[in-house]
């Protein structure tokens, strides 16, 4: 086995050692925020007077000036890097050995193709989801800072840029890029199409999480901080219960200068996903995640034993 991870060591250090520092590079940001947080929940709670930064402990919530600066811009990053390194692992894996011309010596050597495939793929998937882990970590905790008072495993707040999505979601890109590889053969095309359809699958992704539960009426007042919920939508209600379009709720809302507004205002209402439905959404996309990674994994297999080594 160590001989396995040799070899992915080896063929892919530059891709590895990458990755790594994007991993490890984020993780410290995340955690030296998490700590600059703590520390100022501290100094907060020993204060007799509230002054800024405090006034969000009233409602559980710890930022700063500097804070927010960082958050904005990891954040994006973050949130891009398993896709990236599913890229970046994926890409070059039977591209390379393609392109240069060695798969014909390696896979005329090898017991079968398949055999050799699982060889590289399987150390490198273990690699990146290790590498992975570490960023996915530091989300929880810079996360545990940010709102010390509720449960991050019962709030959507950053949600997929922490926790286990930060390490599943690569698993789809390895293999979906890895695929792309083995069917253009050149590395550089590769890594160019691979980088485009993964970057398709992380917007989508992006869009779909309300759709993994049905969403239902916020109930109460949205606090100006949120509530851990995931907002889904919003819809327009008569004061008498009936429902209108967003067309007919605008025109109604909208006045001209000296008109009064209408006294029968239509009523906006939020339909999100309850933050203690959390690990149920995780758990959703993350089997879905596993589904596609083994799909595009099966085509592989079948690319690889069927592809010409030329």
């Known amino acids: 086995m160590a001989a396995r991870f040799a ?26 925020t998490a ?3 703590d520390r100022i929940a501290a100094t907060c709670r020993a204060a007799t007077e509230v002054v800024a930064p405090c006034g969000g402990l009233e409602y559980g919530v710890v930022f700063s000036n500097e804070s927010q600066e960082r958050l904005a811009m990891i954040g994006p990053l973050l949130g891009a890097l398993p896709f990236a390194a599913g890229v970046v692992l994926g890409a070059p894996l039977v591209s390379h050995e393609l392109e240069h011309g060695t798969a014909l010596v390696s896979w005329s050597l090898a017991r079968s193709r398949a055999r050799w495939l699982a060889i590289r793929l ?3 998937a273990v690699i990146g989801l290790l590498l992975l882990v570490i960023p996915a ?15 991050p495993a019962a709030s959507f707040e950053h949600y997929g ?20 590889g083995a069917v253009i053969g050149r590395q550089l095309p590769a890594l160019l199409l ?15 999480p309300p759709l993994w539960l049905q969403p239902t009426e916020q109930v109460g007042e949205p606090q100006p901080f949120g509530d851990g919920s995931l907002f889904a939508y919003v819809r327009y209600r008569d004061p008498d219960g009936t429902w209108i379009s967003d067309e007919e709720a605008f025109s109604r809302m909208i006045t001209q200068e000296g008109e009064e507004l209408d006294p029968n205002q239509p009523q906006e209402v939020f339909f999100v996903v309850p933050g203690d439905r959390y690990p149920e959404v995780v758990l959703r996309e993350s089997a879905a995640l596993v589904a596609v990674a083994l799909v595009a994994g099966g085509f592989l297999f079948f690319i690889v034993r069927r592809r010409r080594p030329g």
């Open 7 to 32: 070899l992915a060591w080896r063929l892919h250090r530059a891709e590895i050692v990458a990755v790594a520092i994007a991993a490890v590079g984020l993780s410290v940001v995340l955690i030296l």
């Open 137 to 151: 970590v530091a989300g929880e905790i810079l996360e545990h800072s940010l709102r010390p008072a509720r449960d």
């Open 122 to 124: 399987l150390p490198l």
């Open 35 to 37: 700590m600059d947080l």
């Open 194 to 208: 691979a980088g485009a359809l993964v970057g398709g699958m992380a917007i989508g992704l992006s869009l779909t």
């Open 161 to 180: 840029n922490r926790g286990p999505l930060v390490a599943i979601r690569f698993l789809p890109a390895l293999a979906i890029a890895a695929l792309v």
